[in-house]
């Protein structure tokens, strides 16, 4: 099937840094979902984002979707040993099928 | 807020033995419920999707004899791993989606399979 690509695959970030996440399609979506997922745990839903050039905040964390709406971005500012884990992008269903980026999994060192 | 129930969330098993997942959308309906399979530091590989009353889609490679999905109703759909091998040990995640095909997915707890 279809997977959206993601860089890097791994990240190691001593507490305090920033850290992005990128994710990239040969395809035009209709729209990207983020998730994270704890070590040991399962995914959760962070965000949506439907319009092109569209930016989204969450505290630390900024969602960027892409002008031509085939890549988007996840910045973490001032990373915290709560924001290990891995995160995912995802592109919501056309169809029957619901595909994961490759993921990139954050190490924060204290 | 929407809760997905799976279970058991681990289990054991000698190989050539079955297993079966168990996916419940606790407090909504979900028409439509997606399986994934996680390896260690991987992502998340979409197995099959599941309708409710109608045959899973499975994915390319995915053997549908080999992992049974059911979806008798609309909020349990189980998965059987049927004559488990090593190789098939792995963490099998469940998700659903709503009425409406709305979006986000909830996910379950997982299961982790081991298969001696």
């Known amino acids: 099937g279809q997977q959206v690509m993601q860089i890097p695959q791994y990240q190691h970030v001593q507490e305090g840094e920033d850290f992005t996440t990128y994710c990239n399609s040969s395809t035009t979506l209709s729209n990207i979902q983020w998730y994270k997922q704890r070590p040991g745990g399962h995914p959760v839903f962070l965000i949506q984002?439907?319009?092109?050039?569209e930016v989204k905040k969450q505290k630390r964390l900024t969602f960027q979707f892409g002008e031509a709406k085939k890549n988007s971005s996840l910045h973490i500012t001032a990373t915290q040993t709560t924001d290990v884990g891995t995160y995912f992008c995802?592109?919501?269903?056309?169809?029957?099928?619901?595909?994961f980026g490759t993921g990139t999994s954050l190490t924060v060192i204290p | 807020g929407a809760v997905v129930s799976q279970h058991p969330s681990w289990v054991i098993c000698k190989s050539g033995t079955s297993v079966k997942i168990e996916c419940r959308s606790l407090?909504?309906?979900?028409?439509?419920m997606f399986w994934y399979r996680q390896f260690p530091k991987q992502s998340l590989m979409l197995m099959a999707t599941?309708?409710?009353?109608?045959?899973?889609?499975?994915e390319q490679g995915v053997e549908k004899d080999k992992f049974l999905i059911n979806h008798a109703s609309l909020t349990l759909s189980t998965l059987t791993v049927t004559s488990a091998h090593p190789e098939d040990s792995s963490f099998y995640i469940c998700s659903a989606m709503g009425l409406g095909g709305a979006s986000p997915l909830h996910f379950g707890n997982g299961t982790r399979l081991t298969v001696t």
């Open positions: 407090d909504f309906q979900a028409t439509t």
């Open positions: 984002l439907v319009k092109s050039g």
């Open positions: 599941s309708n409710e009353g109608s045959k899973a889609t499975y």
């Open positions: 995802a592109d919501p269903p056309t169809g029957n099928q619901f595909y």
